[in-house]
């Protein structure tokens, strides 16, 4: 009978704290005000496809529906992880707000720089204002900025698991139907 309800424990526990699981989803934002930066100034113009596109993972480990920074593993925007800041020097003020069905929204930002200080760069994303990509050689800016406006559209998803991961989903569960079956048989 102990068995019995250890095995009912260890098969139901997953569902238990389904709440914590990791997820991952990706996102693309598209159209903005592109403004190209130089020497001789800034140029700004609609660009319905330009986009900013990144993936996410976490854990809501506080089961408050809404994720934030402290509770991510991975946050990749422009192909740069926030989270591992592997990189230049990122910032610890770093802030990211996500609720499945709302809207998403954070601030990030990296910078360096040569070992002379000639040359220095930065990007910084802050949604629902603008992202800067910016180079300044010799005291000379360039680069560019996409400034959100009200045609600004975000599209976001779950990251689909692998079908490997299914297969051992039904692997494990063929395994624990013959155990059952071979203690039935004897």
């Not at 529906?65 to 925007?77: M, P, R």
């Not at 050689?137 to 698991?161: D, E, F, K």
């Amino acid at each position: 009978m102990i068995h019995k309800l250890a095995a009912l424990a260890a098969l139901l526990s997953p569902l238990c704290s389904a709440h914590a699981e990791q997820n991952s989803w990706s996102f693309v934002y598209t159209g903005f005000d592109v403004a190209t930066i130089s020497w001789d100034g800034e140029t700004t113009k609609w660009d319905a496809d330009a986009s900013i596109k990144g993936t996410f993972s976490g854990t809501d480990s506080n089961g408050d529906g809404k994720l934030v920074f402290s509770e991510l593993s991975l946050l990749q925007v422009g192909g740069f992880d926030y989270v591992g800041c592997s990189w230049g020097t990122c910032r610890s003020d770093y802030t990211f707000s996500y609720a499945p069905n709302s809207q998403l929204e954070f601030k990030v930002r990296r910078y360096s720089n040569d070992p002379e200080g000639y040359v220095f760069w930065s990007t910084v994303y802050e949604t629902g204002t603008s992202a800067e990509f910016m180079q300044y050689a010799l005291g000379s800016p360039s680069g560019a900025r996409y400034a959100w406006t009200p045609q600004t559209t975000l599209s976001i998803a779950a990251v689909v698991p692998e079908p490997s991961t299914y297969a051992m989903v039904v692997a494990g569960l063929l395994l624990v139907g013959a155990a059952a079956y071979v203690r039935r048989t004897k």
